[in-house]
């Protein structure tokens, strides 16, 4: 109501004063009205009386001269102008003097309606008696009876004067509210046809108002969260930057990124996740100062402008107010969630003197430090410039190789724990680079996961995979990585069972490998998917066992089939770690009391073969056995080299690789 006092105060003030000028208008229309009405029938009352008195019924002579024919003349006349509502009335000669009065309009209450009269000597003034022809005085001050003069005029000549009081109150009563009901009602009728069209008018304009209000509110801000948007946020800044090019205020520019929110999105769904973005907004404008700038620009970032920062100090301040303020815990649909943001921060002027540089520049860092995860925030160097641009080659190398089927599998051998027969391979993602060689998993993957690819890459693995494994001996399996992502659709399971259906292979040929990470977050929904593979024939593996803090707390929540020792153990126990040899054969006896099986990982030398051998491992992987390979060189150099279940004529070790290296898995 305030707001619209404010935008319409002068149309209201113009509206009162409008209506204020009519009412007293009418007003004063109606006051001189009533006494035109009063003044009118005061001097037909008059004329009619005096009329009466020259009349020969009258008896004027007697009023001037005391002497009447007639014993009941004054009280005749006296009669009649009581009907006349004549309250009082005089008779002067025609010198001016006062012959008789009916009553002492002085003396009321002294001196009534005496008969005969009476005469106060008063005299009418020379100039009233001046005047010529027939005429009437009139005087009425609007709160008493009126009072009126007229002459005696008898053959054309003066031979008097006449005085009447009338009694008018009753008229001057009536005609007042009558005029006033009127006057309401004309002013009713007034109001109704120039209000209803005024009110319509400033209804509209207010529609209107508030109407451009709005569109000039989206122009400039985000309707979410109500924040300025990337148009509003870039002038903003360069009004900013363009004064301080003369002040040398040194600021900060901070990209900020919520991790996670498209994972809240697809499970909690879109309506949580921009209740999670309003949060987070209102989180972050009561923890910068009111002269910085803030704003959200994407889906899920937000740029702050920080004004003048004294030091690092200051800017590692503000970055941690900024994360323990939005890390706080947030109920979403029956969840605890604590969010968590990635910082970039691009320095003023030193990283960027225009808008444009500054986000580049921020965002660049922001990668840095979502790729690296340590510390709360990352300051941009010039050196990531070259890495954003080779993250760019990357992803049109992987989206290239998703439109034109350009990944490929390498397979990696499994052999048991004596390492003299084949068991199965482990299915490798492998991204050719076009300037030749491979593009390291360990590059192209998180790059795939956050751009969205991973899926439709799993999918064609677990289908290429399936595919291969039937081309070579029955008794052999393939095994494949899973990532979180596939499962978050749930239609992993039909993935995977149209490609062994195609591929014509059961199910106990396919192993799927998955990771603690996986079962941290809507484990039951995951594990009810595992159970499904389970059900179908397939192994479902525990990847990476050991390096985890929560591996134990799943092994009797799902029963999983098989181990995988991460690769790290080879590692420590050739840098002569202690109880390194004490901790494999615990898990190995671990995983066979709940009837498991094991499989280690980064076997390349004999010692560590033998040792674990020697523990009771189940299956060994590593470059001592083979290096992964494409599927066309596993027939010449694999199957040939180990005896198979099948039946051999030769139990031979295999030869170890040239040189020690680790593979990105």
Known sequence: MLNGLKRYWATILGAAILASLVTFGMLHIAATTIGGLIETTLRTKAEKFSDLLLSDEGNV?????????????????????????????????????????????????????????????????????????????????????PSVVSPLVQDGQTIGYLSVVADMIDDRTAYTVTLRDAALSILLLLFTATGVPLLIYVRRHRKIAEADDRIQFLANHDPLTHLFNRTRMQEETQRILATSRATREEMAFCFIDIDGLSDINDSLGQGFGDELLRIVANRLTATVDRSDLLARIGADDFVLLRRRVTGPDDLAAVALSIKRAIAEPVELKGQTIRPNVSIGVAMMPRDGRTYGELV??????????????????????????????????????????????????????????????????????????????????????????????????????????????????????????????????????????????????????????????????????????????????????????????????????????????????????????????????????????????????????????????????????????GKPMPADRIAGEILSRYQTRSGGSTEALPRPALGRVITAV
């Not at 979502?370 to 050196?383: A, C, N």
């Not at 992803?395 to 048991?416: C, H, K, M, S, W």
């Open 61 to 145: 002579n007697a009023f001037l001269t005391g002497v009447s024919r007639k014993a009941d003349a004054e009280t005749t006349i006296r009669q009649l102008a009581a009907l006349a509502d004549i309250d009082s009335f005089a008779v002067f000669n025609r010198n001016g003097e006062e012959v008789f009065r009916s009553r002492s309009d002085r003396y009321e209450w002294l001196l009534r309606d005496r008969p005969g009269g009476i005469s106060s000597k008063d005299r009418l003034s020379d100039q009233t008696m001046g005047k010529p022809g027939k005429w009437q005085v009139v005087h009425d001050d609007g709160r008493t009876n």
């Open 360 to 625: 580049k520049h921020s965002e660049l860092a922001l990668f840095q430090h979502k790729t690296s995860k340590t510390g709360h925030f990352v300051v941009f160097e010039p050196h990531m410039d070259e890495e954003v641009h080779r993250r760019r080659q990357i992803e049109a190398t992987v989206r290239d190789a998703l439109a034109n089927d350009g990944f490929e599998l390498f397979y990696q051998p499994i052999v048991d724990g004596s390492g003299t027969q084949l068991l199965g391979f482990e299915a490798l993602l492998r991204l050719p680079d076009p300037a030749g060689g491979y593009i390291s998993p360990v590059l192209f993957v998180p790059i795939a996961e956050t751009r969205g690819y991973i899926k439709e890459i799993g999918t064609w693995v677990i289908r290429k995979a399936a595919e291969q494994i039937a081309l070579w001996p029955e008794h052999l399996f393939v095994s494949v990585n899973l990532s979180a992502v596939q499962f978050r659709d749930g239609d992993l399971v039909a993935i995977v069972k149209q490609a062994l259906d195609k591929a014509g292979i059961p199910g106990r040929r396919l192993e799927i490998e998955v990771v603690e990470s996986l079962l941290l977050e809507r484990s039951d929904d995951i594990l009810g998917q595992l159970n499904e593979l389970k059900a179908l024939g397939i192994s479902i593996d525990m990847d990476d066992f050991g390096t985890g803090y929560s591996s134990l707390g799943y092994l009797w929540r799902f029963p999983f089939d098989k181990l995988k020792i991460d690769q790290s153990f080879m590692v420590a126990f050739d840098s002569g770690e202690q109880n390194v040899r004490e901790i494999l054969g615990t898990i190995v006896s671990l995983a066979h009391h709940m009837r498991m099986k094991v499989t280690a990982e980064g076997v390349e030398t004999k010692e560590q073969a033998d040792l674990l051998h020697s523990l009771g491992c189940d299956q060994q992987q590593g470059y001592f056995f």
